[in-house]
């Protein structure tokens, strides 16, 4: 079993900055990508930021130079750092990662419970 439990959403106004943490739990052997995709109101779910377990990160063109991602292996943890926020990334952000439970066993896809960011005056 492996829960992720995400934390830091909330009201900001444009121009502001707020941190998500994602914290993966239960039986972990490996974890592989960890990354955070986004879903507004009427629009599909779209990946915003990834990093690997060697550190590579990457991210979506409308975050560059904006958002952070980053990850603390000992605690399981992923972060997204959002500084300038604007209207437009208002939305329900999601953790995503990929996770071995088991030595050489399958790597399965996980998903949190989604946090609400809204960005508005």
């Known amino acids: 079993q492996v829960q992720l439990v995400e934390s830091g959403g909330g009201l900001v106004q444009p121009g502001g900055s707020l941190m998500l943490s994602c914290a993966a739990s239960?039986?972990?052997?490996?974890?592989?990508?960890m990354g955070w995709y986004r879903q507004a109101p009427g629009k599909e779910r779209d990946l915003v930021a990834t990093?690997?377990?060697?550190?590579?990160?990457g991210y979506a063109d409308s975050v560059k130079g904006r958002f952070t991602i980053s990850r603390d292996n000992a605690k399981k943890t992923a972060y997204l750092q959002m500084n300038s926020l604007k209207p437009e990334d208002t939305a329900v952000y999601y953790c995503?990662?990929?996770?071995?439970?088991?030595?050489?066993?399958?790597?399965?896809?996980?998903w949190g419970q989604g946090t609400q960011v809204t960005v508005s005056l």
């Open positions: 995503y990662t990929n996770i071995g439970q088991t030595y050489g066993g399958p790597f399965r896809n996980y």
């Open positions: 239960g039986t972990i052997f490996s974890i592989n990508v």
């Open positions: 990093i690997k377990s060697d550190g590579t990160t």
